[in-house]
């Protein structure tokens, strides 16, 4: 029998979350959702096409982001605001149908694309509170389209517009960041062969316990760049001292902010930081955000593009991005399940004096 999964919308309604959501102490929020912060550099990328001058400036901007970083938020980056508009609409529209009309996309199971319950992966310890819908759409020969959600009216016109638009920015910043690495320009789209693009919408509903719980727990992306959409409400956080400190991203009206992926980090031999970052959510506010992964090709190869001089490669071994992925998320696996039993072994410990005296008072009684 197929599990039975509920849909967070059910479980927005009661009064304190559930077990599975709860989050360790050291996992939980540190800084509010709405503390926002404008350290992120925001930059504007009018006059990129321009005179090498205007050119030169923005990629330095983007070069000391990704140094200090690794995450960068652009304006003026040609992306038609209607259709940011119309993808958000109908997004949020999506995550309000009734949940067996989201279920007919029910992705568990290792399906290409549809809708899950709090994460991708299957058989972590702590949930995320988040539904997500996701969509392949590039190399566009492998788009299944009955993976694709045939409601709202009007979703795959749209997101199918999306893509290409994003597919766009995407490869300009890749230029960028190949100048910036003293290479040719097509260096970085070339190192990810044909490229590949996954959208996630993210959509996090209002939360009874904020404090005990993450919408998307600490992470780095996968692959090259990922250019996320986020509503004004806020939640994006950010760390670059392994978890000490975080700020909130300030949510700016039609920017895409714009994460360095490990194989970017990889490719750039570690110059570039790859975003350390989760999502928060609150119990004033559902939030969506809509995450577009510009990803290599699962052949293409993942090694260091250029050491600098007096560097070493921060890699030992060429891989696969697939072999890369593969590693990664079965290493995410396997620390949840290392801190879950943990937790469990210190909670059995705890238990142990409980149980001696309880013994003791039994024989005293007998
Ligand atoms: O949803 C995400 C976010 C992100 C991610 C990376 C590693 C994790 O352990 C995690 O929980 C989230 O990158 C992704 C990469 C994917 O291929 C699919 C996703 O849904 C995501
Ligand atoms: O929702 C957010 O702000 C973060 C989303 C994210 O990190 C992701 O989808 O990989
Ligand atoms: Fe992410």
Known sequence: MAPQVTCLTQLAEENSLHQKFIRDEDERPKVAYDQFSDDIPLISLAGIGESSSERAEICRKIVAACEEWGIFQVVDHGIDSKLIEDMTRLAREFFALPAEEKLRFDMSGGKKGGFIVSSHLQGEAVQDWREI???????????????????????RVVTEAYSEQLMGLGCKLLEILSEAMGLEKDALSKACLEMD?????????????PNLTLGLKRHTDPGTITLLLQDQVGGLQATRDGGKTWITVQPVEGAFVVNLGDHGHYLSNGRFKNADHQAVVNSNLSRLSIATFQNPAPNAIVYPLKTREGETAVMEEAITYMEMYKRKMSRDLELARLKKLAKENKEEELEKPKLKSCNALQQLLA
Request: with cysteine; charged share 20%.
């Open 133 to 155: 819908v996701t969509y392949f759409s590039y190399p566009v020969k492998a788009r299944d389209y009955s993976r694709w959600p045939d409601k709202p009216a009007g979703w």
């Open 197 to 209: 693009q996954k959208v996630v919408v993210n959509f996090y509903p209002k939360c009874p316990q």
